[in-house]
């Protein structure tokens, strides 16, 4: 008689309960990343292709209060400065954070509700306008000069934790909606998706860092946007340094979603296969 699972959960093969079992053992970034413990499944006859279900239980407020929890960090490193040098010359950074916390806010509704209905369309169209301001933090690191009132390498560390809390803000967010597209369109367009979704994102920094447009804008005034955009489309030879600066970012963010996810996920399967060889 064929096995049956419990309503609500996905089986899982050996290979990949051991691969959680590394996952629950490694105290690094990705377990942030990855904590949707019943989203994947390998099938034994077709590594790697990996199919993907999502549930309402995957998507779970832990994972918001881990973030939460990561988020304090950098709060905490900017109110220390704050309270010995008497200056808020870095409280911007607050609202950036707050920023980066709209894509995993918007992914998490858009998925809770579901993609058939009207609404979580429109949360999935509010999460890919705001994506590009968690990544977006990365280039406060310019304004290292600002302040003369504290050692640089304090700026350093805290710049450094701002960036890293958006670009996990960002890449969770991301994840959520590629094991979504995977349940639909497959393994491999999710990961087309990705990719996609990262070069847009590198233009988006150098609209808002560069041009000075923020994502709202697009709502309060899009032909004034739209004025200033075209030309990079109409005439992209002579705009060749935005475009140069946009691949440049689009390529960090491509390199970094692949450290953080791809890579891990490589070495589980790795360990995966050396314990079914070994038996």
């Known amino acids: 008689m064929a096995d049956t699972a419990d309503a609500g959960t996905l089986p899982r093969s050996p290979r990949v309960e051991a691969g959680f079992n590394h996952l629950e053992c490694t105290p690094s970034i990705v377990a942030i990343i990855d904590t949707l413990p019943d989203l994947c499944k390998i099938r034994r006859d077709c590594i790697p292709t990996v199919e993907v279900a999502m549930s309402r239980r995957a998507l779970s407020f832990w994972t918001i209060l881990r973030l939460l929890a990561a988020s304090c960090v950098p709060v905490l490193l900017l109110v220390a ?16 954070l707050f920023l980066a916390w709209l894509p995993p806010l918007f992914a998490f ?14 949360w999935a169209l509010a999460w890919l306008l705001f994506f590009p ?45 590629q094991l979504a597209m995977a349940e639909r369109i497959g393994i491999w367009w999710s990961r087309v998706f990705v990719v996609v979704i990262l070069g847009l994102s590198g233009f988006g920094i150098y609209v808002g860092r ?21 030309p990079h489309f109409l005439y992209p030879l002579a705009y060749w340094r935005a475009w140069a ?4 970012f ?30």
């Open 133 to 177: 301001n968690a990544p977006y933090i990365v280039t406060d690191l310019i304004h290292l000069p600002y302040g003369r009132d504290i050692s640089v390498l304090y700026d350093v560390v805290m710049l450094f934790s701002f960036a890293i809390c958006g670009i996990v803000l960002g890449f969770v967010s991301l994840r959520w909606m």
């Open 109 to 122: 509704l858009s998925l809770r509700l579901g993609f058939k209905r009207r609404l979580a369309g429109l």
């Open 250 to 279: 689009a390529l960090l963010l491509i390199f970094l979603y692949w450290l953080f996810v791809v890579l891990p996920q490589m070495g589980m399967e790795m360990q995966s296969w050396r314990e079914d060889a070994g038996k």
């Open 245 to 248: 600066v946009s691949s440049l």
């Open 81 to 96: 400065r704050i309270v010995y040098t008497g200056r808020f010359s870095y409280a911007f950074l607050l609202w950036n």
């Open 210 to 230: 560069i041009l000075r447009w923020n994502s709202w804008d697009v709502l309060t005034d899009p032909l004034s946007m739209a004025r200033d955009l075209l």
